[in-house]
């Protein structure tokens, strides 16, 4: 395999990584917490409610990640 099947195979995987992420849910749920924590000055919101979506958003993501444990087998 020359060095230029390498690249491109590379690229084809990390596309796909991409593609697979993307559709995630967990990966979304993580990119809003992300949001929220960085965004919370400008929405007004206070230490404790920040908390407290992480907290529900972090329970979505092991909620999301048990339930697709269970879809692989």
Do not use: H, P, R
């Amino acid at each position: 395999m020359c060095l230029i099947e390498a690249i491109y195979c590379f690229i084809e995987v990390t596309q796909l990584k991409i593609g697979k992420m993307l559709k995630s849910k967990k990966f979304w749920y993580t990119m809003a917490g992300i949001i929220t924590t960085f965004l919370s000055d400008t929405f007004g919101l206070e230490a404790e409610q920040v908390n407290n979506i992480l907290m529900s958003i972090g329970a979505l993501v092991l909620g999301q990640g048990i339930s697709d444990s269970k879809d692989k087998k």
